[in-house]
């Protein structure tokens, strides 16, 4: 499956964005979907996860409450809403698939989107 995200640009503090990640290639029903993010000269981090039938969610607490990760499998594509945007989320934002594992660790994806850029100005 090939994963595409966009959405990504310049706000300010307190504004937001949705991000958008759609799947080419196969459908993307069966896979745990799920967002991490780069920030320069830092490790990628887990943001967001969704599980099959988007019943089941885990964020990680620096964007609890602000960030809601959904998913139209119709549409072969996930979402994330941002809001209350902080400068600390401008990051390298990517989507990411799995087909096995329902996981807050980026070494169990096994697809990945290009990124998309979010830059958060104060």
């Known amino acids: 499956v090939q994963l595409q995200a966009s959405g990504g640009g310049l706000v300010q503090a307190g504004g937001s964005l949705r991000l958008s990640c759609v799947a080419s290639?196969?459908?993307?029903?069966?896979?745990?979907l799920a967002w991490f993010r780069q920030a320069p000269g830092k490790e990628r981090e887990f943001v967001a996860v969704?599980?099959?039938?988007?019943?089941?969610?885990d964020y990680a607490d620096s964007v609890k409450d602000r960030f809601t990760i959904s998913r139209d499998n119709a549409k072969n594509t996930m979402y994330l809403q941002m809001n209350s945007l902080k400068p600390e989320d401008t990051a390298t934002y990517y989507c990411?698939?799995?087909?096995?594992?329902?996981?807050?660790?980026?070494?169990?994806?096994?697809?990945w989107g290009q990124g998309t850029q979010v830059t958060v100005s104060s």
């Open positions: 290639g196969r459908t993307f029903s069966p896979y745990v």
């Open positions: 990411a698939a799995s087909s096995r594992h329902w996981s807050r660790r980026d070494y169990d994806y096994d697809y």
């Open positions: 969704i599980s099959f039938s988007a019943f089941n969610t």
